[in-house]
């Protein structure tokens, strides 16, 4: 691979945000299709490729959005896997607050307004303003832990097809609590589990909620080296 090649794919990987502020402009179809294709060539084990994506836009996007925010007010969270971080104050926890705390702030979001906070975990069901959404299934294929990570690597090409046509996704794990509503919604058979959703579209350049950089940890607090040089 030459070295222009290998600068491009790392400018699209590092330049990947997620966007939780969109312009209403829907991405043109041929563009949409193109990030599909990308999406499907996603590595699979035994080349099972096991997702199943829905994909909304229109009056449909505001339609699976009225039946979410309907459920979230009534409080009827479904998910299908379990949503906790883990018990007491680990790392995994601490990043997790980190990001919130870094996102509200950017929102104008006290800690304390948790009138605030509501509207703004709401907004993940009217998906940020984005005019298209993906949610993502996964078959009930053993304990499902291969087919989700088959249905990430998916989400991954996803994301940054997105990034390289010059468009933003967010993915959002809320999508998934509310998994019976969505299933209901569609008509879906049970055996077919929401993982989240990726709301998708141009991000608004004015709102500073997509100016913010959470940040990456270091390498060596993940990276474990065994007769490897870096």
Known sequence: MSTTAVDTFTDVIRSRRSARAFLPDPVPADEIRGVLEDAQRAPSHSNTQP??????????????????????????????????????????VQRSQHAGATLYGALGIARDDQEG??????????FYGAPHVALLFVPQLGDVVRAANDVGMYAQNFLLSLTARGYHGVPQGMHGLFAETVRDHLGLPADL???????????DPDASVNR???????LDEHIVLHDTLL
């Not at 979410?68 to 969270?77: C, I, N, P, R």
């Not at 993982?195 to 991000?203: M, R, V």
């Not at 913010?212 to 270091?218: L, Y």
């Open 193 to 203: 589990k929401l993982l989240y959703g990726i709301s998708f579209g141009t991000a």
């Open 212 to 218: 913010v950089d959470i940040g990456r940890a270091p």
């Open 117 to 126: 906070r509501t509207k703004a975990v709401a907004e993940n069901l009217r």
């Open 51 to 92: 997702w199943t994506v829905h994909i909304f836009s229109g009056d449909a996007r505001d339609r699976l959005s009225e039946a979410m925010l309907k459920a979230f007010e009534a409080g009827q969270m479904t998910p299908d896997f379990t949503t906790t971080y883990g018990d007491g104050d680990n790392v995994h």
